[in-house]
C-alpha cells in the first residue's frame, strides 16, 4: 500500500490509516451512521470521513470526542489499531 501524504507529515507505518479503520470498525460495530456517529462527536461528518479514511490527523481533543461517541476510552481505539 502505497504512504500517504498527510500534511506535510509521513506516515510510513501508516498510522493515520490504522487508527482510521478501528474508528470505523467501531462505529459500524455500534450500528451508527457516519452523519449520526459526527453528529455525536462533534465534528464535521466529512472530516470524520477523512479520519476514517486515515488521511487526516486526528487531534487529541477530536479522539477524546471520537472515543467518547463510541463509549470507549481513546486508549481502546489505540489499542485496536495496534498503536
Given at each position: 500500500m502505497p504512504v500517504k501524504r498527510v500534511a506535510g507529515h509521513r506516515d510510513d507505518d501508516n498510522n493515520l490509516a490504522r487508527l482510521g479503520e478501528a474508528i470505523r470498525a467501531s462505529r459500524k460495530a455500534a450500528g451508527m451512521?457516519?452523519?449520526t456517529f459526527a453528529d455525536e462527536a462533534k465534528i464535521d461528518r466529512s472530516h470524520?470521513?477523512?479520519i476514517e479514511r486515515g488521511e487526516r490527523n486526528v487531534t487529541f481533543l477530536n479522539l477524546i470526542r471520537i472515543a467518547k461517541a463510541l463509549g470507549q476510552l481513546p486508549s481502546d481505539l489505540l489499542r485496536t489499531a495496534q498503536l
Open positions: 451512521s457516519q452523519e470524520m470521513g477523512k
